[in-house]
T-cell receptor, first 114, second 114 residues
Framework: DQQVKQNSPSLSVQEGRISILNCDYT??????FLWYKKYPAEGPTFLIS?????DKNEDGRFTVFLNKSAKHLSLHIVPSQPGDSAVYFC?????????????FGTGTRLTIIP | NAGVTQTPKFQVLKTGQSMTLQCAQD?????MSWYRQDPGMGLRLIHY???????DQGEVPNGYNVSRSTTEDFPLRLLSAAPSQTSVYFC?????????????FGQGTRLTVV
């Protein structure tokens, strides 16, 4: 049973436009959410996170939105750049656990078209 | 600063063989975890540790053992390799406590069992 879902396996976006990556979760106990970026043959690297007490968190070109009632979060990248082409994973953790026990989605491969 | 180091990067095993995947971190992190990444499955937690001498099972622990004798090292042992264990394995570490932290990942070990 996939508790964190990324329903779009792939996404192509023109350079300079906005990229929107979506993530849904089913476990209402999740209270902290993270986005990781992964290039081929490398480990995932942390991008941005959000606590369930917030509905938005920004870091430069990256913004994460959280809709708790819909159990949905999204990552916005504006403007998109060729270096953003990678696989993006959504991850979640629940109370009493920290980053030692993350539940990941299946990932979305983002391709930025020059 | 090396971060999280995994060895080897690639390994081919025959069914039934055993081996140990090494993971070391130099950030004095208490939390360490092992994940496997399979196509269409995202990253799934195998085992994790919240400190030296303490380990626990994740989502997919069968066929794997771990130990945590020091803060720095968290080896993953395959007792009797099976083709179903063909995967890319990632080790991660993070600090305790504050949820506003991230997990750092190693570069991965690509394991093929024939």
């Amino acid at each position: 049973d996939q508790q964190v879902k990324q329903n779009s396996p792939s996404l192509s976006v023109q350079e300079g436009r906005i990229s929107i990556l979506n993530c849904d979760y089913t476990n209402s106990m999740f209270d902290y959410f993270l986005w990781y970026k992964k290039y081929p043959a490398e480990g995932p690297t942390f991008l941005i996170s959000i606590s369930s007490i917030k509905d938005k968190n920004e870091d430069g070109r990256f913004t994460v939105f959280l809709n708790k009632s819909a159990k949905h979060l999204s990552l916005h990248i504006v403007p998109s750049q060729p270096g953003d082409s990678a696989v993006y994973f959504c991850a979640a953790s629940s109370p009493n656990f920290g980053n030692e026990k993350l539940t990941f989605g299946t990932g979305t491969r983002l391709t930025i078209i020059p | 600063n090396a971060g999280v180091t995994q060895t080897p990067k690639f390994q081919v095993l025959k069914t039934g063989q055993s081996m140990t995947l090494q993971c070391a971190q130099d950030m004095n992190h208490e939390y360490m975890s092992w994940y496997r990444q399979d196509p269409g499955m995202g990253l799934r937690l195998i085992h994790y540790s919240v400190g030296a001498g303490i380990t626990d099972q994740g989502e997919v622990p069968n066929g794997y053992n771990v130990s945590r004798s020091t803060t720095e090292d968290f080896p993953l042992r395959l007792l009797s390799a099976a083709p179903s264990q063909t995967s890319v394995y990632f080790c991660a570490s993070s600090r305790t406590g504050n949820l506003n932290t991230e997990a750092f990942f190693g570069q991965g070990t690509r394991l093929t069992v024939v």
